[in-house]
């Protein structure tokens, strides 16, 4: 450092000794004045010379400490620095450019380190990082990490700027995820206090990757939940023993301020014991099965009858294809490309989620075309194996489509049942929606036992009260035939009872109020006014309204009742994505902790996301319509079984259908008679063999019953049948759909007439499948209910059967299968049929509330332990579906 040319003579400069001074001390003039004992006061050069070339405006220069730090803090300011060197001083990067000589010992300042709220809040980005992408708690100590991370920011590279695995594994995460849990807690806690409802509590057992089995406990009201626990479940899986483990939690939940209203569970035959061991001791509480699962299990029962064979086929030739990938696959790939342009992924079957054969199906429905050009290729190899030669059979494909309208409504009620704020009421609207598909099949005999099964399995009065108390199915359950479950006085007796067997003994006035309610007279609130939380807004705003009416705190509590355990089933899917094979030893309380953090990261993401994505939603519903192929093929050697059939024949290949885009082909001979069962309407149509059944003379009532009760199928003749489909043939006439002139629609109401193979497939040329959502065709079932109006069996014309089962009930709810032979003496709404089934005892709302049998469990598992195994009195009351859609 130069001394100010002004004292250059007053002071000689001294060697100096210790350490090189910092480079920028070139930048200041050094007065003869010290500061302290060891340093000077300084002066900035550039300051100076401003100050002796205008002396008249610039004054002389402030004296300035003569340390780094602050002539750092000069130059930043200064702009006669700028003015001569052209640039701001940059403190660190531009060091070399004021050396004046090398040295061994530069003089670096290190960046400030962070505050301790800023660390709090580094650490706990790096912790929701961690969760969202599930990475394990080393990744902090990685070198490339720590080298980004100090790129971004130089302070990150300071000593304990990072946390170590364990600190961010420890008590970094503790922290938090207490924090969390006890949110997620409070707001649930929240919605009980304020609406007066009941929570639910889901349990159900997982198996992680240590093969430890652990209870997952969760509390859910009015789809919010709450992860309680991961409990250890011991050497003991019988019925007794989760009894007294879920009654343990229970008790838990009770003690910690919380009003359980019901436990729901899967169907297991343990869990199914274990509910009927807990009902005898908590009276006041609802025990139910996952209805998701029973649903799932209704398409088991489905594929296991009348589509056993083409299910198992279609489930063979799916698995083989995804089975062989080095051969098979790769050609089927091919085939897909050269066909449409595309290849499509062929679905294979889970075992245990039978709704995933809708995509099975449809995966092979929508490339039908391709695969049998697969198998037409190389039918002569002696290699092809049979499970594929089975897709050039016709009668297969018709079989398939068939199997896929049935399953289709099915899986889509299985989406639905999955839904957190899934009710009672959406059981029985599922049910009979279900009920109205397969009574409108050809197959009707045998599908509709499956879901008649499964709906005497529930307490029919409690679900039924729960329908008339939805604010959006009351209009529809006004109209409901009139059976021992939906009358007037019925509605009422349910109120009452439920009403002492959950809230209290006082129910005066809720007889009155119920039947104001069902005649429409109660409020003049609307399903309308409230966006969203429908059901729990709804009732809270009558409670508040209606302070003395007893009614709104009976529905909040009957409409409260959880339906299904799929929470749980997500809750162990995630945790499966986080305890993997290599971080087999984390506990099951830390990986429970990283899940309440992903949970709330999710939350957190959801509600910062100021609009929607452009991400097309997937869909789970999977269109079955075979894709458009890129070209008509030319002329070839290769002739199309159609085309040889027509030129021996004389019979011509039937044209094609000018109604949709996409030159599909009209082939009605080729329909099988699922096909031509009476599903829509539609105009004549040159070149097509659609005509309506009331004016046509070639369509004639089907001799005998018929899947509609006496529907009219169209004549069509034999000769124009070609014996096989060709593998070449760009029609989709595999499928069948109605066209509308209004456009396409689910919902339109149609008349019952004779359709052909192409008309559902032109229709569905028209429908936007991507309009379904995340939960796949949310119409899908009400279609069945509206187009397939006309055909249910529940109809006494044409039908011999339907008076025994219109407006009959099911025994006294015996969960065993044991019957019930007590007649339904002098109920009108209910129809005895000698020893039938369909007959209970009626009940009444004063049947007793029975008290609560908490006698000790023992040690070992006893099957004569006491267990509810049937309902009585007024719960056993049971009608049939097919009493509930009669008109």
Known sequence: MELLPDHQSDLAEAPKRGRPPSSLSSNFYRLNEKCNKTMWWTICKYCYVAHVNDKARVPFPVSIHGRKASWEKHLSDCSYYVQATGKLLNKESDTSEYEVSRSNKLQCASPPDFTSAEQRMFWRLLLEFQAEAMLPAFFVELMSFKRLLTFLNARCGATGAVPSRQVLGGRVLNEYADLHSTEQRNHVMEIQNRSGARVNFLSDVWENIAKQHVLGCQVALFGRMMTHGLVPTGSRHDGLAIAQQMEDVMEELIASQWNVGSAVTDNAGQCRRARGILALRYPNIVFLFCFAHDVNNLVKAVLKTVFKQVSEAAAGAASFLNTSTSKWLTRAIEAMENRYGDS????????????????????????????????????????????????????????????????????????????????????????????????????????????????????????????????????????????????????????????????????????????????GSYTTSRVIDFSSGLVVKFWQYERKSKPSSKLPLLALTILAIAVNTATCERLFSELALIHTPKRNQMATEKTLKHQVMRQYVREKNRSEKSAPTSSKKLLRIIDPRERPRLATPQPSAQSTPVQVAASITGTPVPQACTNTPGHLHHEAATASPALQRTLFPAEREGGSSLVRSSSTPRCTATPGRTPSGGSIVCDVPSQNVPPVRSPNDGTNAHLSTPVTNSGPSLTTEMTAVSLSGSLLEEYLDHFDWEEFGDDGDEETIGVWGSILNTSRITSHEGDDDADERSFGTYNGGDLDGDEDESANQGNPGCSRVGTSRFTTKRGTYEDLIPAADRRPYPETNDPAFPQEKKLTGIRARKTSLASLVAK
């Open 344 to 519: 499509f992924a062929v679905f294979t079957l889970c075992e245990t989620r039978w709704n995933s054969m809708q995509a099975c199906f449809a995966s092979l429905l929508r490339a039908r075309g391709a695969l049998e050009d697969l198998v037409f290729k190389y039918r002569n190899d002696s290699d092809l194996p049979s499970k594929l030669r089975i897709l050039a059979d016709s009668e297969f494909w018709n079989k398939l489509e068939s199997a896929e309208k049935v399953v289709r409504p099915l899986c889509t009620a299985s989406f639905r049942l999955q839904r957190d704020e899934n009710t009672v009421a959406d059981v029985v609207r599922s049910y009979m929606d279900v009920y109205i598909g397969f009574a409108a099949t050809e197959w009707s005999h045998v599908l509709v036992e499956c879901v008649e099964t499964r709906w005497n399995a529930c307490e029919q009065p409690l679900f039924m009260l729960g329908y008339f108390l939805h604010p959006r199915y009351v209009s529809e359950a006004r109209k409901l035939p009139s059976t021992v479950l939906t009358q007037l006085d019925d509605i009422c007796q349910f109120a009452q009872y439920y009403y002492r067997r959950f809230i209290g003994d006082d129910d005066s006035t809720l007889r009155g109020d119920v039947f104001d309610w069902i005649e």
